[in-house]
């Protein structure tokens, strides 16, 4: 069983920052890509960020040079700084992973419970 379970969402006025973090745990061989997605009411879900083991970055345009994605592998543990937020960043903020939970088993993407990220205008 793996788990991924987010924390640091919450209310935010505009131009302010938050920092979410989400640490997966349980029976895990090894973790490649992991990111974040988010969805807001009424939309579909959109890749937000994303990171792979080695360290490389891809981010979705709306979010490019206010957020940053970083990842501790020692923790299994991927985290999202976002700065100078806008009301249009409002939404439920998932992360996933790209997880081997054995050697020779496939790898699969496993996804967090959402947190809230609430900015005000």
């Known amino acids: 069983q793996v788990q991924l379970v987010e924390s640091g969402g919450g209310l935010v006025q505009a131009g302010g920052s938050l920092r979410l973090s989400c640490a997966a745990s349980?029976?895990?061989?090894?973790?490649?890509?992991m990111g974040w997605s988010r969805q807001a009411p009424g939309k579909q879900r959109e890749l937000v960020a994303n990171?792979?083991?080695?360290?490389?970055?891809n981010y979705s345009d709306s979010v490019k040079g206010r957020f940053t994605v970083s990842r501790d592998n020692a923790k299994n543990t991927v985290y999202l700084q976002m700065n100078s937020l806008k009301p249009e960043d409002t939404a439920v903020y998932y992360c996933?992973?790209?997880?081997?939970?054995?050697?020779?088993?496939?790898?699969?993407?496993?996804w967090g419970q959402g947190t809230q990220v609430t900015v005000s205008s």
């Open positions: 996933d992973g790209d997880i081997k939970i054995a050697r020779f088993i496939p790898v699969r993407k496993y």
């Open positions: 349980g029976s895990i061989f090894s973790i490649n890509d």
């Open positions: 990171i792979t083991r080695g360290g490389s970055t």
